[in-house]
């Protein structure tokens, strides 16, 4: 079972410039979830979706947007990237509304803005 | 405002010994409390996690112990092996199943052969 796949691994990308992280995961789970993980600082959420459909704003939104059009898509795009935004991004899903569902995450995609 | 503090950052420990890790609350509507363990270049895997309602649970070497009153729990490695070098995540949620995940800043563990 493939689980969470992103793509791409990793992407050097000019400031300015835009960019879409791509996520899918093959287990129907209804949420999904954008962290970013930056060292000393943890993981951090951006964007979640609770059901295809929905989205919400996580604890650091700026500078990105996400759809939910299916169960299993959940892109992420930086529309005009900025320095800051050098991380490693992480999707992630769960089958929210299960009593102690965890998330189950992908292997990142590690971004630099330069 | 971090709601989950970790410590320590970094921790070194011999082959069989017990690393312990920390974790911190301020929010009493907390009601899950899960690890997750990350090797390099992999995402995060849920190791072991803890209700309110018990203040210890064991899952082979690894026990979390829970202590409500001061909203504090913790992480301990029975018989650390150079395999379980890897950073570790605390969390929390709150506001039920349609809660999300609050991570800590993560600890890095070596074990040292």
């Known amino acids: 079972t493939a689980g969470i796949t992103q793509a791409p691994t990793s992407q050097i990308l000019a400031a300015g410039r835009s960019m879409t992280l791509r996520c899918t995961q093959d287990?129907?789970?209804?949420?999904m979830y954008w962290y970013r993980q930056d060292l000393g600082l943890g993981l951090r959420l951006i964007h979640y979706s609770n059901t295809a459909g929905t989205t919400g704003k996580g604890e650091v939104p700026d500078g990105y947007s996400v759809s939910r059009a299916n169960t299993d898509d959940f892109p992420l795009t930086l529309a005009s990237a900025v320095p800051s935004q050098t991380s490693v991004y992480f999707c992630?899903?769960?089958?929210?509304?299960?009593?102690?569902?965890?998330?189950?995450f992908g292997n990142g995609t590690r971004l630099t803005v330069t | 405002q971090q709601q989950v503090k970790q410590s320590p950052q970094s921790l070194i420990v011999q082959k069989g010994g017990i690393p312990i890790i920390n974790c911190a609350y301020e929010n009493t509507a907390f009601d899950y409390f899960p690890w997750y363990q990350q090797f390099p270049g992999k995402g995060p895997a849920l190791l072991i996690a803890?209700?309110?309602?018990?203040s210890e649970k064991k899952e082979g070497r690894f026990t979390i112990s829970f202590n409500k009153s001061a909203k504090q729990f913790s992480l301990h490695i029975m018989d650390s092996q150079p395999g379980d070098s890897a950073t570790y995540f605390c969390a929390a949620r709150a506001g039920g199943s349609q809660g999300n995940l609050i991570f800590g800043k993560g600890t890095k563990l070596s074990v040292k052969p």
């Open positions: 287990m129907r789970h209804n949420a």
């Open positions: 803890i209700r309110p309602d018990v």
């Open positions: 992630a899903s769960s089958a929210r509304g299960a009593a102690n569902s965890p998330l189950h």
